[in-house]
DNA sequence: TTCCCGTTTTAGACTTAGTCTAAACTCCAT
DNA sequence: ATGGAGTTTAGACTAAGTCTAAAACGGGAA
């Protein structure tokens, strides 16, 4: 809790409640929650919190560093903690996204393109649980 | 366009004049269209055409084959006509979307997963024109 | 040819993700 | 205590996409 506080102080966040249960909830979060999924656990502690204010407390996060937005879901955003590189794995039966390691898949020279400066990438892969 | 009634019918799809300018539009297009991009295209030509027959003929060549959903920009899905994988990089500058040959990148053994069976893959990068 | 009936198209209602607005609330500094 | 910047809130608004139900189309059968 204090951790939290102090981690939004760092960030020049003035910690409020709402931003802390907003935190909270995201940024201990392993499945890469939709701002919708992140109101509907923040409103069971914090019951009067609205949409408008997770909205932007995510995107607050976001901008401070402390989440990444990501395109892996047709149609919305979702929010994620890990702030290291890593790959992402999308469960094509329960929607689910999973983390994967970025050591453990190995790429070739992939900034050497000739036309691009290449600032960053990542590996979407789509797949079963085994 | 002949071409295109063919490939239309080879796909079980009655070729209608709609489907066929929807077609004629997504088809030939480099850069990965939005359905409403998409009508407006569409529309110079078939300037009665609806939105609804624009989503439904995308949605129908999609499933069809002819073409491929994909979710690369925040918000919206674009349609790829082409079929071959392939990797794609996102201009931060511009928003395009650029087709990166599939052998330009060495990717080592990806699936070899031990917890999923990998069905597919592909690399997002970010980056701009040099 | 004309007619029929399944297929297609259409406008607009509806849904969902997300942003914006303007009023109300909080809380720290004076 | 009071003022004011910063924050929260409900609800309006926008944009992407789907759905509905009526109208239009069009390829055979007669
Ligand atoms: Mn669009
Ligand atoms: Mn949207
Ligand atoms: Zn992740
Ligand atoms: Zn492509």
Redesign the interface.
């Known amino acids: 809790m204090q951790d939290l506080i102090n981690m939004l102080r760092d960030h020049k966040i003035q910690p409020t409640a709402q931003r802390l249960e907003v935190a909270r909830c995201a940024l201990a979060s392993e499945d890469h929650p939709t701002a919708d999924e992140v109101l509907a656990m923040a409103l069971s502690r914090c019951p009067t919190i609205s949409r408008a204010t997770v909205y932007n407390t995510l995107n607050l996060l976001a901008e401070k560093g402390l989440l990444v937005?990501r395109?892996?879901?047709?149609?919305?955003?979702v929010f994620d903690p890990r702030l290291e590189a890593h790959h992402h794995?999308i469960?094509?039966e329960t929607g689910e996204i999973?983390d994967?390691p970025w050591d453990?898949?190995?790429?070739?020279?992939?900034a050497e393109?000739?036309?691009?400066?290449?600032?960053?990438?990542?590996?979407?892969?789509?797949?079963?649980?085994?």
Chains 1, 2 share one sequence.
């Open positions: 937005r395109t892996l879901r047709e149609g919305v955003t794995l469960d094509t999973h994967i453990s898949v190995v790429v070739g020279d992939i393109h000739p036309e691009f400066e290449v600032l960053d990438y990542e590996i979407v892969l789509r797949g079963r649980r085994k």
